[in-house]
Every structure is written in C-alpha cells, then in structure tokens.
C-alpha cells in the first residue's frame, strides 16, 4: 500500500509539478518584461505623465482624458488609418507570397536547399540595414533603380518622394524581408503532411490544382492561421525599418502608429498619451487577432 501512495505521488510530481517547474523562469520573465510594464502603460494612460514626472505618485489621475484627446488628434487619427491599410494590404501580399514560395520550395527541385537558404537570407538582416538598403536603392535621382531607369532612357520614378510611390515601396520592402520567415513556417507544415493523401488523389484521377485545394490548403489549417496572427501583430507595430527608409513621409503619408507613439513620448513628453495611444493599438491588434480565430474557426465547420 505504501508503495503504490508512493508511486501516486511520484506521478503527481512529474505530471503536475515538474512541468511548472520549468515553465516558472519563462513566466517570471515574461510577467516582469511583458505583463507587467502593460499593466504599468494602462495606467499611466489615465494620468497625465510626462517624461520629466519623477515618480508615478507625482502623476495626476485625469481619467478619459487622454482617450478623448485621441478622438481629436488628426494626426494620430491618420497614423492609425495608415498603419491599418498598411496591414490590410500586406498581411494577403504576405501570406499568398511565402506561401506560394513554400509550395515552389518543398518540390522535387534541384539546388533546393540553396533557393531556402535565399529566400531566408532577408530575415537575417536587421530591420535597419534593410531600410538603409532599400533607401540606397530606391532613394532619389542617385538611387541605383532611378539610375538603372535614366541609363535605359527613362526618366527617374520619385520612388521616395512621392507619397505613393513611398507607401508601395515600404509595403515592397516589408515584403522581401519577410516572406521568407514564414516561408520557413509553411515548409514545415507542407512537410507534416502525409504522402498517402496525395497518393491516394492521384489514384482518384486529382490534378495539382485539385490536391491543392482539398489536401495541402486545409491541411495548413494550423499555420495559416498562425501566420496571419504573426504578421498582423508585426506588421502593426512595424517600426524601425519605416523610420530608416523614409522616415515617415513624404509628408507623413509612411507615418505609422509606433513611430508617431514614439514622437509622443520621447520628443514631446507626454507619456500618458502616448500610453493611452498603446492601449487603443492593443485593443485593435487584439480585434484583429479575434477575427483571424473566428474566420479560422468558421472555416473548420464549414
């Protein structure tokens, strides 16, 4: 009898115990770095702090004030608007990019393992160097695309000038440094997929096309709705890349929330604005990430 208590316990600790107990240093971490400064953030969204307040206590509680600032705000209000057509456009170009690349990529190809190793090499790069690279590219009548363009006989494109020419080209450079991030997340979903279902298709008489639809597309499931949630929250809280490329204009047409949230509160001081700015992106971001499991659930009953 008192063994079998022994072996009950003995199984508790490493099925109920144990597993905390390696989980505990990523929590405390992750409550210190993450939860904890959020919490800090929603409060200070209903003071008035400043970036010269010396302490919290010394910060005036003002309640909704802030949030009723932002309504007025027309220049956070187009910030917002922007970085929402920019997840609104990127987010698809994203998705059907790296995905299309994933499924090139897992085929009987030679020099497979290279074309990955290529199509990964932009993740590795900082956000800033691509910006500067793409800035070097793309920059003015000495960029080198605007030099390629005059010496073919063309005039010089205003690529960083023209507020449209700016935003297509901060989505384009989000986009090449990206893509290949969640390439590597979709190859390994195709990768899962068992063999025996395509077999069995082609004895169906399935074309390419028809195994992609009913085999490979809801098969990914899983990772396609992790990738939609990845790039959305990125692409929301995009920041240094856009700041090093145009710097948020020309006439701040590539001005997002992040960087404007950051003007606020280390140029202009006014922290518990900035705070309160956070939180209205937190909630949208939430929204957002609600929606892509609501859709994705309703995929699944379909």
Do not use: C
Request: net charge positive.
């Amino acid at each position: 009898m008192a063994k079998k208590e022994q072996t009950y316990r003995s199984f508790i600790l490493k099925q109920k115990i144990v597993p905390y107990l390696f989980l505990g240093p990523n929590l405390l971490i992750f409550s210190i770095f993450i939860i904890l400064p959020a919490l800090i953030g929603i409060y200070y969204s209903f003071t008035d702090m400043t970036l010269f307040t010396f302490s919290v206590s010394d910060a005036n509680f003002i309640g909704l004030d802030n949030y009723r600032a932002l309504l007025q705000d027309q220049d956070f209000i187009a910030a917002l608007w922007n970085t929402i057509k920019l997840v609104v456009v990127t987010v698809p170009i994203m998705f059907v990019t790296s995905l299309l690349v994933a499924v090139l990529l897992v085929q009987p190809l030679k020099a497979k393992g290279f074309f990955r190793a290529v199509y990964y090499w932009p993740v590795m790069i900082s956000a800033v160097v691509v910006g500067i690279i793409w800035q070097w590219i793309l920059a003015g009548n000495f960029g080198l695309f605007n030099t390629i363009i005059k010496s073919l006989g063309f005039d010089p494109i205003e690529t960083l000038i023209n507020p449209r020419f700016a935003w297509w080209s901060v989505v384009f450079a989000i986009v090449w440094s990206r893509t290949g991030y969640y390439m590597i997340v979709f190859v390994a979903a195709l990768l899962s997929i068992p063999e025996s279902l395509y077999e069995a298709a082609e004895m169906d008489g399935a074309n390419k096309l028809q195994k992609f639809r009913h085999i490979t597309y809801p098969s990914l499931r899983a990772a396609r709705l992790m990738v939609f949630i990845l790039v959305t929250m990125e692409i929301f809280k995009i920041y240094p890349l856009v700041v090093t490329l145009t710097g948020g204009g020309p006439f701040d047409s590539t001005q997002f929330t992040v960087q404007y949230i950051y003007e606020m509160a280390f140029k202009k001081y006014q922290v518990g604005l900035a705070s309160s700015m956070s939180v209205v992106m937190l909630l949208i971001v939430t929204i957002f990430t609600a929606l892509n499991f609501f859709l994705s659930k309703r995929g699944e009953n379909k």
